[in-house]
């Protein structure tokens, strides 16, 4: 079968399954016996949030070889970029003279409010403007949600750039050394600038969707969940085309030989910048929506064990395909949430709450140690490459058989790892080298 | 007409000479032999050509452009390609992903497909076309190298540089690369080979440049060089004795 | 801060001609054909020193960059840094009162000579193995807890030492079963990409070892008892103005005065150190460890087996870090997190000194550890600087990473 066929067809019936869920509901009633909680919708979006995450790293780690622990970072600059221009922007149609008053075309103008000292009350000097300068009926209106969540992206994309740039020189543990120092320092000084983010107390944001819209209720799942599935579903549709593309191809051949990919003509730092770029965008746009969802964002999203969690269901997932994270995400989301139940074995309980993460951490040891493309991957590959060996066969046999000899891997080569290093290499391989 | 120049090439690393005023010209699809003992620069001067390595001083000049300067992506482009000492094979790509790649990196509007009948002839050329779709990491080591070589088609350069090709290869595959150098050259590409391989570099090459200890000793028809006392006293001496 | 504009000013004034002094010696190095490996940090220093009072003559005279000459720039540097702060802030406590900071620099080094034991841990694995174990912290965290439970909970009474011990043999054992299941594999070319594999693993290590001791233990901070409470002594006997010894705190010359759990965890220190040169340098195991990690091919070749090493490296190296951890359990309280800022503190300590470098990660500990306690004890905004704590190690690491990743006294890489 086409192996692109299979995938097209798997991916449209999980979309289509996907845009279906909300109908089972309870917000809708459910589909007959089926009832979905609104619990039940609001780790579904959880897990489309971890998927953005964990399928983005994969790109980047998994196809370029770029081991970044800074992906949490990201996805924070998304989520406080948002939050910052809603608490600190504003426009109005008449200037306020106390805060910075930038005119926009068309008699409006762009607000940017003071920041407030901490433990002090004295109002903001918007709220001053309201009974001093601001003429009365003067509008004051907040940035469109779907604006800020747009700087947020772009803030993603501005870091993800100086941060591709500098780290060009940086290899594998000097490079993981460096994200999680640009991760720390920006934790850091989230906590710090209390005035600014509000610190550990978190910083409070819009919700996504204003109450009533299309008639749901403010506390509706419904309208984030699809807010978050079409960010999946775009973000799957750009990295699928992206990694089947040129895109794809000098990544993987950046991470399998960064000199060799350069020595056939491949721009190596326009790629390893551009995917820094991308995967950070893609992060940020997670971090932006989902910190609306929520409602706030707190420096602790950014801590390195959320990065371990993350990094965790790609590599359960298959870090090599953006498929196989993504779906690992989604079900670790779920399968840590079912989890969470105490369990009695006789008299002594176990609580699970923190059980499950032991657990989890042997999961993710032993599948490295022992199933190195993930759980999911290794059936994506036997759908999309079953028939390779068949054809390795059939054209080997139309083929001269003068060079038979030559196939034999332990014969010639100085490379003579390469015969060795082969464990990948399925039985259906052997038998056609037999 | 491809001409290529390298003008006094020095290099140095920290406080040793590695280079030391190398200057020739390749006109034309020449088949050039590089040799010399180990530690005299053959492969530091393949690195600078390439553009992996920037000389202490000295140009390079391709077809009148000056590339010592550019990155080796761009002197790839400019049309000079060449192999690794070492095969480096994107080993968990497909074949036929591996040949793509240059193919692709000289085209930025072209699509993959495009190339894909080109890659076909490429393989069978090099006789491991059954194996298009496998892994290169379920290659043998000759099979990397002949997909090494067959890259080196796709990229489509007027000049080749092959590190020891023949390096620890099966008699069999030896013909295939033989044959790969003197079609390819025939079709009007240049080449410099390095090799330790005297019988084959002599029977192989018309020219032979040849290093030792970073200086240019000799450079001429293998015969005359063969017969250069200095080539004799530094390096050739010890072989035939 | 009363006049905050001089130390800005100053900072400026350092930064700029740094990087002034960072791109363009190099290039003037080059031109004139002379090594350029050392021109582009040193030309940093020199620059940042005195400006274009040191750069013009450096760039006219081009001297090789020794290490004295970038060890004098870098204690220009500081100077010129610390007398900016003193302009900048005149009634600080750092600036006027001697005795305070005496007692904190005394402080600083001797959390730092901790600090370095830590990371020499790190820097053995590294040098030998050629990976950073992303669970170093962890080993730490668990040698802390492993002590404290042993003489606060299952042995009260017992003396401290069979708790370090107990500490110590707990670490080298986890250390030991690990680097036998997930690392040894690396070496025999079962996995592809080994490096990566390496900080996935250890990565992975981290998450399991610190939910499991949050499993077992539950999140209450504890702190152990002091181990050796002082003996109260004054000397001379009436006044103590030479040395005065409360159970709990020494004080030398009634100025400088160290908390007891501190003194007693660096002398704990200092004693491990000192076993562990004798090792490495005295024993024959020691000699093949240092032979391996010179030259892996060479040390086989003489029958050394390199596997067995690593085994000994990651485990010794975790032993490391649970010593310092059971030595400063007495000193902090003690979470099953603990470990995240400590192995973040040892990343920089490697760095700074030199990823692979047993010298640099002690000298790197003492630095960090005095810079950590002027840091604490100067800056006027406390709060915001206790926040900002964990990053300042984080910009050194990632400066040192951009402009110098063989840090102060690494080999090339």
Redesign the interface.
Known sequence: MNPNLVYRVSGSIAVILLLAIPLASSEMGGLGPLVLSSYFMHLAITGFFYAILASSWSLLAGYAGQFSFGHMAFMAIGGYATGLIGKFIRFTTAPSELCTDIPLPGSWWLVILNIRRVGTIDESCLDMAKTQTLPAGTLIVFPPVWASIAMGLVFGAIFGLLVGWLVLRLRSTYLALFTIGFSEILRAAISAEIPVTEGQSGLELVPLFPAGLLGFSSTSKIPPYYAMLLLFILAMALMSWLAS??FG??I??I???E???????????RFKVLVFVITSTIAAAAGALQAHYIGIITPNTLIILQMSLVIAMAVIGGL?NIYAASVGAIVITFVLELLRTSVSIGPIEIDMTLWRLVFFGILLMLTLRFQRNGLLFPILERIS?GG?AK???S??T???E??A????????????E??R??PE?TAD?ENAET | MLKLSANGI?K?F??LQVLNNVTFTVEGPELIGLIGPNGAGKTTLTNIL?G?LKP??GTVYMNGERIDTR???GV??AGL??T?Q????????TVL?NL???A???NTTAR?RDFEEKAQEVL?FL?I??????YA?????????LLELG?LLM?DPSMIILDEPF????P??ME?IYRYITETNAQGKAFIIISHDMDTIFTLSRRLLVLNYGDLIADGEPEVVREDPLVKAAYLGEEEE | MENAAIFGWALLWILFWGALGGVVTPRIY?RK?L?I?QASFGGAVIGAALGPLSLFPLWVATPKITNRLIGIGIALVVGLFVAAFALADPDNLCVVNGSFVVSQLTNGIVIGIIYGLMALGLTLIFSILGVVSFAHGEFYMIGGMVTYFITARWLPGVSPFIAILGSCIVTFAIGYVFERLFLRPMGSGKI?RPTEYAILVTFGLAFFLQYFTQALTSAVPVKAQRFFPFPRTEIPADSGALLSMTPGNITILDAISVPNPRFTAAVLALIMLAALLWFLFRTWVGKALRAVSQDRQAAAVTGINPDTMNTLAFSLGAMLAGLSGASLVQVFSWLPQVGIPAAARSFVIVVLGGMGSLPGAFLGGLIVGLVEAAGTGCIPDATRAASYMPAYGMVILTLVLLLKPTGLFGREL
């Not at chain 1, 000199?259 to 730092?269: D, S, T, Y």
């Not at chain 1, 000899?405 to 003579?416: H, K, M, Q, V």
């Not at chain 2, 070492?86 to 790509?93: D, G, L, P, Q």
């Open positions: 593309s040129r191809l000098f993987r051949a991470r399998e030989d000199e060799a990919a350069a020595a056939l003509g491949v721009n190596i730092v090599e490459r390779v054809e390795t066969v054209i080997r139309e083929t001269d003068e060079f000899d030559l196939e034999d891997p332990d014969t010639d080569g100085p490379d003579a390469s015969s290093e082969q290499r391989t | 020095y140095n920290g406080g390439d992996a202490s001083s990155p080796p992506y790839a482009r390609g060449r690794f070492v095969t480096r094979a994107f080993r968990r790509m992903e793509l790649i240059p692709m990196a000289m993959q069978e006789t076309s059954h194996l298009r779709n496998e990491r379920a290659l043998s080591g000759g099979q990397q190298k890259r990229l390096a620890g290869v099966h069999r595959l295939v | 080059a054909d090594e490996s592809e």
